[in-house]
Nanobody, 122 residues
């Protein structure tokens, strides 16, 4: 079973920075896409930033220029550097791994982390 473990959330003032980490562990043959989503109270979960197949990235318009996603393939870990944080960035941030194969001929599955709270005060 693949597990995603997130860390790095917390409380920060507007204009501050935080760095989130997500490490995938377990039996992993390949990962198609890995990245971050967030869900604010009363809102749907939305894409923040993701690495997709081939290594390209996709960002939500609301975070472009402020957030940067990076990864360490050897560690199956992705990071989200969040700068110039705004109160509207307050949400639970979830790591997602999609297109995961645990072995060569295995099924393709998706996994979510447990979420980490990011709170930005004004």
């Amino acid at each position: 079973q693949v597990q995603l473990v997130e860390s790095g959330g917390g409380l920060v003032q507007a204009g501050g920075s935080l760095r989130l980490s997500c490490a995938a562990s377990g039996s992993i043959f390949s990962i198609g896409a890995m990245g971050w989503y967030r869900q604010a109270p009363g809102k749907q979960r939305e894409l923040v930033a993701v690495f997709i197949l081939g290594g390209s990235t996709n960002y939500a318009d609301s975070v472009k220029g402020r957030f940067t996603i990076s990864r360490d393939n050897a560690k199956n870990t992705v990071y989200l550097q969040m700068n110039s944080l705004k109160p509207e960035d307050t949400a639970v941030y979830y790591c997602n791994a999609n297109g995961v194969k645990e072995y060569y001929s295995g099924p393709i599955r998706g996994f979510w982390g447990q979420g980490t709270q990011v709170t930005v005060s004004s």
